[in-house]
């Protein structure tokens, strides 16, 4: 089975610019999250989506958003980029819910430098 | 979410075990311990998942005492392949998937 795969790996960007992100899951899993990694705040979460809704939220402004589409590749966006938004994202995925924490499968992870 | 709390950083030869202790005083009945490396610019990976007592697999051992407040990850005879940032995690599902990671442990194996 292929793994989780993010799209681009690399990207750089200016200040004040908008960037799209790409996740696409393992096959068969409909939840995707994603994550903010810097040095100073280790892994931040961002969001989860399951079956094209988002489920669960983090701390981060409303120039952050995402979506999923109906075959659980998921994006996730990032308007008016700040510098200090240079990290790597990182998108993983799991099955589904359910009483047992899933195991979360992540991506190589995308970064975002922005100058 | 319960939070969690490691060491910072560990070194250790190769060839030893390594046993990384992560504290959780707030862990509810419902939630699992998970524990996940990290190398670097890469994203973390699952290592081992526990709820009480022990479990082994091929790669770890995850001891977890009778109050659950804590865990243990051991490492076997480890090898400079496992110098990396081990992260210790607790929750349940709840409907939502947003696992806090923390800081982590740096481990490093010296030659």
């Known amino acids: 089975k292929a793994g989780v795969t993010q799209t681009p790996r690399y990207l750089i960007k200016t200040r004040g610019q908008q960037v799209t992100l790409s996740c696409s899951p393992i096959?068969?899993?409909?939840?995707v999250s994603w994550y903010q990694q810097t040095p100073g705040q280790g892994l931040q979460f961002l969001f989860e989506y399951f079956s094209e809704t988002q489920r669960n939220k983090g701390n981060f402004p409303g120039r952050f958003s995402g979506r999923q589409f109906s075959n659980s590749r998921s994006e996730m966006n990032v308007s008016t980029l700040e510098l200090g938004d240079s990290a790597l994202y990182l998108c993983?995925?799991?099955?589904?819910?359910?009483?047992?924490?899933?195991?979360?499968?992540f991506g190589p992870g995308t970064r975002l430098t922005v100058l | 979410l319960a939070k969690t709390t490691q060491p910072i950083s560990m070194d250790s030869y190769e060839g030893q075990e390594v046993n990384i202790t992560c504290s959780h005083n707030n862990i509810a009945t419902n939630d699992y311990i998970t524990w996940y490396q990290q190398f670097p610019s890469q994203g973390p990976r699952f290592i081992i998942q526990g709820y009480k007592t022990k479990v082994t697999n091929e790669v770890a051992s995850l001891f977890i005492p009778a109050d659950r407040k804590s865990s243990t990850l051991s490492l076997p005879r480890v090898s400079l392949s496992d110098t990396a940032v081990y992260y210790c995690?607790?929750?349940?599902?709840?409907?939502?998937?947003?696992?806090?990671f923390g800081t982590g442990t740096r481990l490093t194996v010296i030659p």
């Open positions: 995690l607790v929750g349940d599902r709840s409907g939502a998937n947003n696992l806090f």
């Open positions: 993983a995925s799991t099955l589904t819910g359910g009483h047992k924490v899933d195991t979360q499968y």
């Open positions: 096959s068969g899993h409909r939840s």
